[in-house]
């Protein structure tokens, strides 16, 4: 990974907290992968739709995982201060608070980070 001038918060935590970017790619593919109940909750929420038309009766108030990890074009992205998505931000995120629940530290807040 290039180094730069200035280091963005993101990656001045990492350093701070020690945690590996290869890490938190491995613990988003965990997290982020579809499961069954995934793709049984997406199926029944596309039926639920058809017979019903228009009016919203969800079933599950659970919403599936995305099924997209962090990439590392995107980690990288995120460590030189180029512009990260919204939704890679909250799957960094994720991550992040995964790896910090293992090593029994609080979860953090996403204004920390970016």
Do not use: C, W
């Not at 997290?31 to 009016?55: C, F, I, S, V, Y």
């Not at 599950?60 to 099924?67: A, F, I, L, M, Y």
């Amino acid at each position: 990974m290039t180094e730069t001038k200035t280091e963005t918060k993101f990656a001045t935590y990492l350093k701070k907290q020690k945690v590996d970017p290869r890490r938190i790619l491995v613990v988003s593919h965990k997290l982020e992968t579809l499961q069954r109940d995934d793709r049984a909750l997406r199926l029944t929420k596309r039926t639920h739709k058809k017979a019903e038309g228009d009016a919203k009766g969800a079933a599950e108030t659970r919403k599936p995982r995305s099924g997209r990890p962090v990439t590392p074009r995107a980690l990288e992205a995120a460590m030189t201060g180029k512009s990260v998505s919204g939704p890679t931000k909250q799957r960094i995120l994720r991550a992040i608070n995964h790896l910090l629940a293992q090593k029994k530290q609080d979860k953090i807040d996403l204004r920390i980070l970016f």
